[in-house]
């Protein structure tokens, strides 16, 4: 017979933090436990993919600018 795990509740005294000026919403969130415990949520920012060029392509751009190589 598996016990059920002891869950600790978040009270409802519940703190934003705004870490730059810019930011609309709170960047990180403080949530106090019944435990007497704080714990920290931090906003997640969505991040750029990462541009990818194939390798030649990549070579030809290389090529025609000045930090590609030597010029005459």
Same mark, same amino acid.
């Given at each position: ?5 002891? /869950? ?6 519940? $703190? ?11 960047? &990180? @969130? ?6 007497? /415990? ?6 997640? $920012? ?11 392509? &990549? @070579? ?13």
């Amino acid at each position: 017979m598996s016990e059920k795990p002891i /869950r600790i509740l978040p009270l409802p005294k519940v $703190t934003g933090r705004w870490e730059h000026e810019f930011s609309d919403y709170p960047d &990180l @969130i403080q949530v106090p436990m019944s435990d007497g /415990r704080v714990i920290n949520y931090r906003r997640e $920012t969505e991040q750029p993919h990462p541009q990818v060029m194939k390798t030649l392509e &990549l @070579i030809r751009v290389m090529n025609g600018h000045t930090y590609g190589g030597t010029k005459k």
